[in-house]
């Protein structure tokens, strides 16, 4: 196939074949294969270019994902699946961010776990959970995890706790039950059963047994 002319729209390159077939690629490809009317392109040296074009999209949009918000490698991964790019390409390209330092699922763990615990109040069953949904590892989750200090995580659900008896609704809830109620909110939060048990022998629940 004979190129017969190209013509640059924005950032993709519109090129025109001697069978009047074409192709748009983008301006980058072209230029990273020096493109020029003329050319005569084999089936061989197509393929590149398309595998090449299709690495570029990959790469730009795993770029935009990752210049948002840090990602784990399994997240970038299934996100870029969704989008209908290559698996063998996605993965050629997880492996070069890896290399580069733009993916570090540690680093990611241990950014996430640290926003978790100390804006969300987090607890360590909530934070594990959510690790594992996005792809991290389990070695990694627990070596995390375990740098957690458990007195933050005390004070974290002593705060939350604090706040939960000053609502109305709890003050509303049936005095017998205002204890349960509070043990299942911290659960809620990601809370061990025993670290919840520790903070509730702190206060007197003595009225409303």
Known sequence: MIINSLIRKNNKVKITFDDSSSLYVNYNVVVQFALRKGDNLD????????????????????????GR?????AELKRKLLKKGFDIDLINELIIELSEKHYLNDYDFARKYSGEAVDKKKSGINK?????????VSKEIIENVLNDINENTLLENARELLNKKMKTSA???????????KLFSYLKSKGYSSDLILKLLSEYDFSDYE
Not at 47 to 65: G, H, P, Q, S
Not at 69 to 73: A, F, G, L, V
């Open 43 to 66: 089936e061989k040296l197509l393929n590149r270019l398309l595998k090449a074009d299709e690495l570029f999209d990959i790469k730009a949009a795993a770029y935009r994902l990752i």
């Open 127 to 135: 934070v594990r959970n959510d690790l594992i949904k996005k792809g």
């Open 170 to 180: 709890f003050i509303k809830t049936e005095s017998r039950k205002k204890k349960q």
């Open 69 to 73: 918000r840090d990602h784990s490698s």
